[in-house]
Protein backbone atom coordinates (compact mmCIF):
# COMPACT_ATOMS: atom_id res chain seq x y z
CA UNK A 1 0.00 0.00 0.00
CA UNK A 2 1.49 3.69 -0.33
CA UNK A 3 0.32 6.58 0.97
CA UNK A 4 1.13 10.50 0.98
CA UNK A 5 -0.06 12.32 3.53
CA UNK A 6 -0.50 16.20 3.43
CA UNK A 7 -0.72 18.64 6.33
CA UNK A 8 -0.16 22.13 6.85
CA UNK A 9 -2.05 25.00 9.07
CA UNK A 10 -2.49 28.42 7.88
CA UNK A 11 -2.42 31.19 10.03
CA UNK A 12 -5.47 33.87 10.28
CA UNK A 13 -4.91 37.14 11.74
CA UNK A 14 -7.03 40.51 11.30
CA UNK A 15 -7.62 43.36 13.75
CA UNK A 16 -11.18 44.68 15.25
CA UNK A 17 -10.38 48.64 15.21
CA UNK A 18 -12.87 50.48 17.04
CA UNK A 19 -13.16 54.33 15.93
CA UNK A 20 -15.10 56.88 14.85
CA UNK A 21 -15.98 59.03 11.81
CA UNK A 22 -13.80 56.44 9.96
CA UNK A 23 -13.69 58.48 6.77
CA UNK A 24 -13.09 62.21 7.85
CA UNK A 25 -9.58 62.49 6.27
CA UNK A 26 -7.88 63.02 9.39
CA UNK A 27 -8.76 59.92 10.56
CA UNK A 28 -5.76 57.24 10.03
CA UNK A 29 -7.23 54.27 10.73
CA UNK A 30 -7.93 53.03 7.43
CA UNK A 31 -4.86 54.91 6.00
CA UNK A 32 -2.60 53.06 8.37
CA UNK A 33 -4.13 49.79 7.73
CA UNK A 34 -3.62 49.93 3.76
CA UNK A 35 -0.29 50.98 4.06
CA UNK A 36 0.90 48.09 6.28
CA UNK A 37 -1.26 45.73 4.54
CA UNK A 38 0.07 43.45 1.49
CA UNK A 39 2.14 43.75 -1.13
CA UNK A 40 3.97 47.71 -1.60
CA UNK A 41 4.54 48.38 -5.01
CA UNK A 42 1.03 47.44 -6.47
CA UNK A 43 -1.51 49.70 -6.21
CA UNK A 44 -4.33 47.57 -4.65
CA UNK A 45 -7.91 48.57 -5.54
CA UNK A 46 -11.13 48.82 -3.08
CA UNK A 47 -14.74 48.65 -4.37
CA UNK A 48 -17.70 49.71 -1.73
CA UNK A 49 -20.80 48.00 -1.13
CA UNK A 50 -23.23 50.08 1.33
CA UNK A 51 -26.29 48.74 2.43
CA UNK A 52 -28.60 51.52 1.53
CA UNK A 53 -30.41 52.87 4.70
CA UNK A 54 -26.89 53.48 6.25
CA UNK A 55 -26.16 55.92 3.06
CA UNK A 56 -29.71 57.29 3.28
CA UNK A 57 -29.20 57.89 7.01
CA UNK A 58 -25.19 58.91 6.34
CA UNK A 59 -25.50 60.72 3.13
CA UNK A 60 -22.25 62.48 3.89
CA UNK A 61 -20.31 58.61 2.50
CA UNK A 62 -21.12 59.66 -1.13
CA UNK A 63 -18.67 62.54 -0.90
CA UNK A 64 -16.42 61.50 2.50
CA UNK A 65 -15.08 58.20 0.95
CA UNK A 66 -14.55 59.54 -2.56
CA UNK A 67 -12.60 62.51 -0.26
CA UNK A 68 -10.61 60.23 2.52
CA UNK A 69 -9.22 57.97 -0.65
CA UNK A 70 -7.82 61.06 -2.58
CA UNK A 71 -6.27 62.44 0.25
CA UNK A 72 -4.83 59.67 1.67
CA UNK A 73 -3.59 57.71 -1.16
CA UNK A 74 -2.92 54.11 0.09
CA UNK A 75 -5.41 52.44 -2.69
CA UNK A 76 -7.52 53.17 -5.66
CA UNK A 77 -11.30 53.68 -5.28
CA UNK A 78 -13.65 52.26 -7.43
CA UNK A 79 -15.65 55.57 -7.75
CA UNK A 80 -19.06 53.81 -8.06
CA UNK A 81 -20.19 53.33 -4.19
CA UNK A 82 -22.99 49.79 -5.02
CA UNK A 83 -25.42 50.23 -3.03
CA UNK A 84 -27.51 46.96 -1.58
CA UNK A 85 -31.25 46.96 -0.11
CA UNK A 86 -29.94 46.07 3.70
CA UNK A 87 -32.12 43.77 5.82
CA UNK A 88 -32.64 40.29 5.98
CA UNK A 89 -33.91 40.84 2.79
CA UNK A 90 -30.69 41.17 1.35
CA UNK A 91 -29.65 37.24 2.35
CA UNK A 92 -33.03 35.69 0.74
CA UNK A 93 -33.12 37.40 -2.78
CA UNK A 94 -30.29 36.16 -3.65
CA UNK A 95 -28.02 39.23 -5.02
CA UNK A 96 -24.79 37.40 -4.79
CA UNK A 97 -24.31 37.05 -8.80
CA UNK A 98 -24.74 41.00 -9.15
CA UNK A 99 -21.48 41.38 -6.68
CA UNK A 100 -19.83 38.44 -8.41
CA UNK A 101 -20.39 40.89 -11.26
CA UNK A 102 -19.29 43.75 -10.01
CA UNK A 103 -15.98 42.35 -8.48
CA UNK A 104 -15.18 41.21 -12.43
CA UNK A 105 -16.34 44.30 -14.21
CA UNK A 106 -14.05 46.57 -11.94
CA UNK A 107 -10.91 43.76 -11.93
CA UNK A 108 -10.37 43.50 -8.22
CA UNK A 109 -8.12 40.49 -7.91
CA UNK A 110 -7.21 39.17 -5.23
CA UNK A 111 -4.77 41.71 -3.71
CA UNK A 112 -7.40 43.58 -4.03
CA UNK A 113 -10.51 44.22 -1.46
CA UNK A 114 -13.96 44.40 -1.16
CA UNK A 115 -15.30 46.57 1.44
CA UNK A 116 -18.91 46.12 2.98
CA UNK A 117 -20.68 48.95 5.16
CA UNK A 118 -23.81 47.66 7.05
CA UNK A 119 -25.75 45.75 8.97
CA UNK A 120 -25.27 41.92 9.91
CA UNK A 121 -27.16 40.95 6.36
CA UNK A 122 -25.32 42.58 3.84
CA UNK A 123 -22.18 42.02 5.47
CA UNK A 124 -22.90 37.92 5.63
CA UNK A 125 -23.62 38.74 2.16
CA UNK A 126 -20.88 40.47 0.36
CA UNK A 127 -18.59 38.41 2.31
CA UNK A 128 -19.77 35.40 0.69
CA UNK A 129 -19.72 36.72 -3.00
CA UNK A 130 -15.90 37.96 -2.22
CA UNK A 131 -15.19 34.57 -0.87
CA UNK A 132 -16.43 33.11 -4.11
CA UNK A 133 -14.84 35.56 -6.23
CA UNK A 134 -11.56 34.53 -7.53
CA UNK A 135 -11.84 31.71 -4.85
CA UNK A 136 -11.82 34.38 -2.08
CA UNK A 137 -10.90 37.96 -2.32
CA UNK A 138 -9.76 39.70 0.40
CA UNK A 139 -13.18 41.27 2.44
CA UNK A 140 -13.39 44.38 4.75
CA UNK A 141 -15.89 44.38 6.99
CA UNK A 142 -17.54 47.69 8.44
CA UNK A 143 -20.63 46.77 10.16
CA UNK A 144 -23.23 49.51 11.72
CA UNK A 145 -25.64 47.75 13.66
CA UNK A 146 -24.69 46.66 17.40
CA UNK A 147 -25.41 43.29 16.65
CA UNK A 148 -22.80 43.15 13.50
CA UNK A 149 -20.44 45.44 15.52
CA UNK A 150 -20.19 42.81 18.73
CA UNK A 151 -20.93 39.81 17.14
CA UNK A 152 -21.68 38.57 13.26
CA UNK A 153 -19.07 41.30 11.86
CA UNK A 154 -16.26 40.24 13.85
CA UNK A 155 -16.20 36.65 12.96
CA UNK A 156 -15.43 34.05 10.62
CA UNK A 157 -18.57 33.24 8.99
CA UNK A 158 -20.49 34.59 5.37
CA UNK A 159 -23.67 33.40 4.07
CA UNK A 160 -27.11 34.04 2.62
CA UNK A 161 -30.52 31.92 2.79
CA UNK A 162 -31.47 28.83 0.99
CA UNK A 163 -35.25 27.91 0.86
CA UNK A 164 -35.78 29.64 4.00
CA UNK A 165 -33.41 27.89 6.03
CA UNK A 166 -31.04 30.33 7.51
CA UNK A 167 -27.23 30.77 6.49
CA UNK A 168 -27.88 27.55 4.38
CA UNK A 169 -24.85 28.80 1.58
CA UNK A 170 -21.79 30.30 2.63
CA UNK A 171 -18.51 30.28 3.66
CA UNK A 172 -15.96 30.55 6.49
CA UNK A 173 -13.81 33.06 5.57
CA UNK A 174 -12.30 35.68 8.04
CA UNK A 175 -11.95 39.00 6.74
CA UNK A 176 -8.80 41.05 6.33
CA UNK A 177 -9.79 43.79 8.91
CA UNK A 178 -13.37 45.05 10.69
CA UNK A 179 -13.80 48.73 11.48
CA UNK A 180 -16.17 49.45 14.16
CA UNK A 181 -17.15 53.30 13.47
CA UNK A 182 -19.58 54.06 16.70
CA UNK A 183 -20.99 56.88 14.68
CA UNK A 184 -23.33 54.56 12.56
CA UNK A 185 -24.75 53.63 15.71
CA UNK A 186 -26.72 57.31 16.22
CA UNK A 187 -29.01 56.10 13.52
CA UNK A 188 -30.55 52.89 14.31
CA UNK A 189 -33.87 53.01 14.61
CA UNK A 190 -34.56 51.33 18.18
CA UNK A 191 -34.87 47.61 17.89
CA UNK A 192 -31.89 47.57 15.63
CA UNK A 193 -30.12 49.56 19.09
CA UNK A 194 -31.57 46.43 21.37
CA UNK A 195 -31.31 43.93 19.29
CA UNK A 196 -27.38 43.62 19.64
CA UNK A 197 -27.79 43.03 23.38
CA UNK A 198 -29.24 39.67 22.97
CA UNK A 199 -25.95 38.81 21.41
CA UNK A 200 -24.15 40.05 24.40
CA UNK A 201 -26.52 38.69 26.98
CA UNK A 202 -25.74 35.54 25.12
CA UNK A 203 -21.85 35.44 25.42
CA UNK A 204 -22.29 36.81 29.08
CA UNK A 205 -24.10 33.99 29.66
CA UNK A 206 -22.19 30.92 28.28
CA UNK A 207 -18.81 32.80 29.06
CA UNK A 208 -18.33 35.52 31.52
CA UNK A 209 -20.59 36.07 34.79
CA UNK A 210 -19.07 39.51 35.53
CA UNK A 211 -20.03 40.56 32.47
CA UNK A 212 -23.67 39.53 32.84
CA UNK A 213 -23.76 41.63 36.17
CA UNK A 214 -22.20 44.80 34.37
CA UNK A 215 -25.14 44.40 31.61
CA UNK A 216 -27.39 44.09 34.84
CA UNK A 217 -26.08 47.31 36.31
CA UNK A 218 -25.82 49.15 33.16
CA UNK A 219 -29.31 48.25 31.70
CA UNK A 220 -30.73 51.65 32.16
CA UNK A 221 -28.56 53.27 30.80
CA UNK A 222 -28.30 51.24 27.86
CA UNK A 223 -31.98 51.34 27.14
CA UNK A 224 -31.34 55.36 27.44
CA UNK A 225 -29.29 54.78 24.53
CA UNK A 226 -26.04 55.64 26.78
CA UNK A 227 -23.12 56.16 24.43
CA UNK A 228 -20.41 54.76 26.74
CA UNK A 229 -22.33 52.40 28.24
CA UNK A 230 -23.13 50.95 24.55
CA UNK A 231 -19.16 51.23 23.44
CA UNK A 232 -18.07 48.85 26.27
CA UNK A 233 -21.20 46.58 25.69
CA UNK A 234 -20.01 46.19 21.67
CA UNK A 235 -16.24 46.34 23.36
CA UNK A 236 -16.24 43.58 25.38
CA UNK A 237 -18.79 41.60 23.32
CA UNK A 238 -16.52 41.45 20.54
CA UNK A 239 -13.61 41.13 22.71
CA UNK A 240 -15.38 37.82 24.03
CA UNK A 241 -16.18 36.39 20.63
CA UNK A 242 -12.67 36.75 19.20
CA UNK A 243 -11.27 34.86 22.49
CA UNK A 244 -14.01 32.22 21.64
CA UNK A 245 -13.13 31.61 18.19
CA UNK A 246 -9.45 31.20 18.25
CA UNK A 247 -9.37 29.17 20.97
CA UNK A 248 -12.19 27.01 20.15
CA UNK A 249 -13.10 25.92 16.45
CA UNK A 250 -13.28 28.65 14.26
CA UNK A 251 -14.75 26.63 11.00
CA UNK A 252 -16.99 24.66 13.13
CA UNK A 253 -14.94 21.32 12.37
CA UNK A 254 -16.66 19.53 15.29
CA UNK A 255 -20.05 19.43 15.80
CA UNK A 256 -20.41 21.82 19.04
CA UNK A 257 -21.06 25.33 18.49
CA UNK A 258 -21.13 26.99 21.83
CA UNK A 259 -21.84 30.88 20.30
CA UNK A 260 -25.25 28.97 19.27
CA UNK A 261 -26.75 29.21 22.68
CA UNK A 262 -30.60 29.99 21.90
CA UNK A 263 -29.71 30.04 17.99
CA UNK A 264 -31.54 26.49 17.14
CA UNK A 265 -34.35 28.34 18.20
CA UNK A 266 -33.68 32.16 17.15
CA UNK A 267 -32.90 30.96 13.56
CA UNK A 268 -36.08 28.81 13.35
CA UNK A 269 -38.81 31.53 14.40
CA UNK A 270 -36.87 33.92 12.29
CA UNK A 271 -38.30 31.99 9.04
CA UNK A 272 -41.44 31.49 10.76
CA UNK A 273 -41.75 34.38 10.76
CA UNK A 274 -41.38 35.63 7.60
CA UNK A 275 -38.59 37.66 8.71
CA UNK A 276 -40.51 40.23 10.53
CA UNK A 277 -38.33 39.80 13.56
CA UNK A 278 -34.60 40.91 13.53
CA UNK A 279 -31.99 38.24 14.45
CA UNK A 280 -31.57 39.35 18.15
CA UNK A 281 -35.07 39.70 18.44
CA UNK A 282 -35.21 35.98 17.86
CA UNK A 283 -31.92 35.36 19.95
CA UNK A 284 -33.66 37.11 23.34
CA UNK A 285 -36.60 34.54 22.30
CA UNK A 286 -34.05 31.47 22.06
CA UNK A 287 -32.10 32.52 24.55
CA UNK A 288 -35.59 32.77 27.43
CA UNK A 289 -36.92 29.39 26.06
CA UNK A 290 -33.13 27.45 26.53
CA UNK A 291 -32.74 29.01 29.31
CA UNK A 292 -36.62 27.74 31.26
CA UNK A 293 -35.79 24.39 29.82
CA UNK A 294 -32.39 24.47 31.74
CA UNK A 295 -34.16 25.24 34.62
CA UNK A 296 -36.79 22.52 33.91
CA UNK A 297 -34.50 19.77 33.36
CA UNK A 298 -32.48 20.51 36.76
CA UNK A 299 -29.37 22.38 35.71
CA UNK A 300 -29.87 25.69 36.35
CA UNK A 301 -30.98 27.37 39.38
CA UNK A 302 -34.56 29.34 39.45
CA UNK A 303 -32.85 32.15 41.10
CA UNK A 304 -30.25 32.38 38.24
CA UNK A 305 -33.12 31.92 35.84
CA UNK A 306 -34.83 34.89 37.38
CA UNK A 307 -32.28 37.51 36.69
CA UNK A 308 -32.18 35.92 32.94
CA UNK A 309 -35.61 36.53 32.38
CA UNK A 310 -35.82 39.54 33.92
CA UNK A 311 -32.79 41.11 32.42
CA UNK A 312 -34.39 40.41 29.31
CA UNK A 313 -37.57 42.46 30.15
CA UNK A 314 -35.63 44.86 31.87
CA UNK A 315 -33.60 45.19 28.21
CA UNK A 316 -37.45 45.54 26.78
CA UNK A 317 -37.33 42.15 24.66
CA UNK A 318 -40.54 40.64 23.69
CA UNK A 319 -40.07 36.42 24.71
CA UNK A 320 -42.74 35.22 23.61
CA UNK A 321 -43.82 35.35 19.60
CA UNK A 322 -47.03 33.48 18.30
CA UNK A 323 -45.31 31.11 15.66
CA UNK A 324 -43.90 29.35 19.33
CA UNK A 325 -47.32 27.74 19.31
CA UNK A 326 -48.09 26.86 15.76
CA UNK A 327 -48.64 23.64 14.72
CA UNK A 328 -48.51 22.36 18.49
CA UNK A 329 -45.59 24.26 18.74
CA UNK A 330 -43.94 21.21 15.69
CA UNK A 331 -42.82 24.18 12.95
CA UNK A 332 -40.88 25.67 15.73
CA UNK A 333 -39.34 22.21 17.16
CA UNK A 334 -38.16 21.15 13.80
CA UNK A 335 -35.63 23.88 14.04
CA UNK A 336 -33.22 21.28 16.18
CA UNK A 337 -33.25 19.07 13.76
CA UNK A 338 -32.41 21.79 11.11
CA UNK A 339 -29.41 22.91 13.43
CA UNK A 340 -28.19 19.70 13.56
CA UNK A 341 -28.21 19.18 10.03
CA UNK A 342 -26.04 22.68 9.43
CA UNK A 343 -23.50 21.88 11.58
CA UNK A 344 -24.05 17.68 11.45
CA UNK A 345 -23.00 14.93 13.58
CA UNK A 346 -24.80 14.43 16.44
CA UNK A 347 -27.08 16.77 17.99
CA UNK A 348 -25.49 19.31 20.32
CA UNK A 349 -26.76 22.13 22.22
CA UNK A 350 -25.16 24.24 24.83
CA UNK A 351 -27.60 24.94 27.57
CA UNK A 352 -26.29 26.74 30.65
CA UNK A 353 -26.00 25.63 34.49
CA UNK A 354 -25.00 28.81 35.66
CA UNK A 355 -24.57 32.61 34.79
CA UNK A 356 -21.09 32.61 32.87
CA UNK A 357 -21.38 28.52 32.75
CA UNK A 358 -22.88 26.62 29.26
CA UNK A 359 -23.32 22.96 29.50
CA UNK A 360 -23.49 21.26 26.22
CA UNK A 361 -26.21 18.52 25.54
CA UNK A 362 -26.82 15.83 23.58
CA UNK A 363 -30.71 15.85 23.03
CA UNK A 364 -33.44 17.99 24.50
CA UNK A 365 -36.73 16.61 25.20
CA UNK A 366 -39.66 17.65 23.20
CA UNK A 367 -41.84 17.43 26.33
CA UNK A 368 -40.39 19.64 28.14
CA UNK A 369 -39.22 22.34 25.39
CA UNK A 370 -42.99 22.52 25.11
CA UNK A 371 -43.37 23.21 28.70
CA UNK A 372 -40.41 25.51 28.38
CA UNK A 373 -42.41 27.58 25.35
CA UNK A 374 -45.82 27.34 27.17
CA UNK A 375 -44.04 29.03 30.31
CA UNK A 376 -42.96 32.05 28.18
CA UNK A 377 -46.57 31.95 26.78
CA UNK A 378 -47.72 32.18 30.00
CA UNK A 379 -45.69 34.99 30.78
CA UNK A 380 -46.53 36.88 27.97
CA UNK A 381 -50.38 36.45 29.06
CA UNK A 382 -49.65 38.08 32.48
CA UNK A 383 -48.14 41.04 31.00
CA UNK A 384 -50.91 41.45 28.65
CA UNK A 385 -53.30 41.16 31.90
CA UNK A 386 -51.57 43.87 33.55
CA UNK A 387 -51.90 46.53 30.39
CA UNK A 388 -48.07 47.89 31.36
CA UNK A 389 -45.42 45.29 30.13
CA UNK A 390 -42.76 48.00 29.84
CA UNK A 391 -43.80 48.91 33.91
CA UNK A 392 -43.24 45.36 35.08
CA UNK A 393 -40.11 45.23 32.91
CA UNK A 394 -38.88 48.19 34.63
CA UNK A 395 -39.10 46.46 38.01
CA UNK A 396 -35.69 44.77 38.89
CA UNK A 397 -35.99 41.16 39.89
CA UNK A 398 -37.26 39.38 41.55
CA UNK A 399 -40.49 41.67 41.42
CA UNK A 400 -41.70 39.79 38.17
CA UNK A 401 -42.59 37.00 40.27
CA UNK A 402 -41.67 34.73 37.90
CA UNK A 403 -40.13 32.62 40.70
CA UNK A 404 -43.35 30.57 41.58
CA UNK A 405 -43.32 28.98 38.72
CA UNK A 406 -40.57 27.24 38.89
CA UNK A 407 -41.17 25.65 42.63
N1 LIG B 1 -21.82 35.80 10.20
C1 LIG B 1 -22.11 35.57 11.46
O1 LIG B 1 -21.32 34.97 12.20
C2 LIG B 1 -23.40 36.08 12.03
C3 LIG B 1 -23.60 36.08 13.42
C4 LIG B 1 -24.77 36.63 13.93
C5 LIG B 1 -25.72 37.14 13.07
N2 LIG B 1 -25.51 37.12 11.73
C6 LIG B 1 -26.50 37.64 10.80
O2 LIG B 1 -26.60 39.05 10.94
C7 LIG B 1 -27.89 39.45 10.47
C8 LIG B 1 -28.50 40.45 11.43
O3 LIG B 1 -27.72 41.61 11.43
P1 LIG B 1 -28.26 42.98 12.02
O4 LIG B 1 -28.88 42.76 13.34
O5 LIG B 1 -27.17 43.94 11.87
O6 LIG B 1 -29.49 43.34 11.09
P2 LIG B 1 -29.65 43.78 9.57
O7 LIG B 1 -28.41 43.69 8.81
O8 LIG B 1 -30.82 43.01 9.08
O9 LIG B 1 -30.01 45.31 9.72
C9 LIG B 1 -31.22 45.71 10.32
C10 LIG B 1 -31.76 46.99 9.66
O10 LIG B 1 -30.95 48.10 10.05
C11 LIG B 1 -30.57 48.86 8.89
N3 LIG B 1 -29.34 49.53 9.28
C12 LIG B 1 -28.09 49.02 9.33
N4 LIG B 1 -27.24 49.92 9.84
C13 LIG B 1 -27.96 51.03 10.10
C14 LIG B 1 -27.63 52.31 10.65
N5 LIG B 1 -26.41 52.59 11.07
N6 LIG B 1 -28.61 53.23 10.75
C15 LIG B 1 -29.87 52.94 10.36
N7 LIG B 1 -30.25 51.73 9.87
C16 LIG B 1 -29.29 50.81 9.73
C17 LIG B 1 -30.50 47.83 7.80
O11 LIG B 1 -30.65 48.40 6.53
C18 LIG B 1 -31.69 46.94 8.15
O12 LIG B 1 -32.87 47.50 7.65
C19 LIG B 1 -28.70 38.19 10.33
O13 LIG B 1 -28.81 37.83 8.98
C20 LIG B 1 -27.89 37.16 11.06
O14 LIG B 1 -28.11 35.86 10.58
C21 LIG B 1 -24.36 36.60 11.20
ZN1 LIG C 1 -26.55 35.39 16.50
Not at 71 to 91: F, H, R
Not at 106 to 133: E, K, P, W
Not at 259 to 284: P, Q
Not at 327 to 337: A, E, V, W, Y
Request: hydrophobic share 40%; proline share 3%.
Amino acid sequence: MKQLTQAFQVEYKYNVFFTETLFQEQNPTLFNFFNGFGQKNYKKKILFLIDEQVINCHDYLRSDIPNYFSKNQCVELIPDLLILPGGEGAKNDNHTEKIVEAIHQYGIDRHSFVAAIGGGAILDLVGYAASISHRGVKHIRIPTTVLSQNDSGVGVKNGINFRGKKNFIGTFAPPVAVFNDYKFLETLEYRDWRSGMAEAVKVALIKDAVFFDWIEINSTLLMQKNKKAMQYLIYRCAELHLQHISGGDPFEIGSSRPLDFGHWLAHKLEHLSGFSIRHGEAVAVGIAVDSVYSNLIGILPKKKLDRIINLLLKLGFDLFHPTLIEKDKINILNGLNEFREHLGGQLTIMLLEGIGKGKEVNEMNFELLKKAIDTIQEWKIMQADNHNQRMLSAFPAPTFGINQKFQ
